[in-house]
């Protein structure tokens, strides 16, 4: 990429993360302007700007404009557990954009635009695992606190700032739920059941992708807490 453009992304960048300030018509015209220089689409799927606290502003922007100027938005992630209580996780498939190849939360993806977060969770699962509800054991998805925010940054990939808010599920698969398990749509290519003690050292070597890191950290602090009380 042309220095220039290094320049002026840092700056759109800078002003993108202002949040609350951002209006419409700034997104409108980072679509266009940034579309022509990427050639990129200026139709993708559209997801909701957040303010700093994680609400919907009612502004609307493209999925990668989102992650080329770290534009907030909402994603979910799903924590499984088989029903002996071993985690399962995905890798994620060698052709995807970000991080591929690694281990990975079981299930994650981003929030479209109107969507609430449980319902995203769900056609997540669906979509990448081919999980409905009836392959749950009850209770079903449990949320785990309140949406956090996060960062990510992919070091092969200059032009991914990743923002956004990230509410997390955990669920536990009913004794027949692995057996019926899909990859949908191959985004998916293996899954890993592994123990607590394996996840923490996944976690620890920072050697899976960063929608595990942030899932196992929160589930970790509310365990604490339960044990607590």
């Known amino acids: 990429m042309k220095t220039h ?21 700034m997104v409108d015209e980072w679509t266009h302007i940034w579309a022509e220089r990427l050639g990129r689409p200026s139709t993708d799927e559209r997801f909701d700007v957040c303010d700093e606290t994680g609400q919907p502003t009612g502004i609307i922007a493209p999925r ?24 399962v996780l995905q890798v994620r498939s060698h052709d995807k954009a970000d991080w591929p190849g690694l281990i990975d939360v079981s299930v994650g993806g981003h929030l479209r635009a109107g969507q609430d977060y449980e319902s995203a969770a769900r056609r997540e699962m669906e979509e990448e695992l081919g999980i409905t509800p009836t392959m749950l054991a ?17 070091p092969r990939q200059p032009l991914l700032l990743n923002r956004q808010f990230n509410q997390l599920y955990i669920a536990r698969l009913a004794a027949s739920g692995l057996d019926t398990i899909r990859f ?31 899932s196992w950290m929160l589930y970790q602090a509310k365990r604490d807490l339960i044990s607590e009380e």
């Open 64 to 87: 990668w404009l989102c992650h080329l100027l770290g534009l907030r938005h909402r994603a979910v992630h799903v924590l499984l557990q088989a029903p002996n209580g071993l985690f």
């Open 5 to 25: 453009w290094m320049r002026a992304l840092e700056t759109d960048r800078a002003r993108a993360a202002q949040g609350s300030a951002i209006s419409q018509t």
């Open 184 to 214: 949908q749509d191959g985004e998916v290519c293996a899954l890993y059941l592994c123990n607590a003690r394996e996840v923490e050292r996944l976690v620890s070597s920072n050697s899976c992708a960063p929608g595990l890191t942030h």
């Open 138 to 154: 009850p209770p079903g998805l449990v949320p785990i606190g309140q949406p956090q925010p996060g960062c990510d940054e992919d």
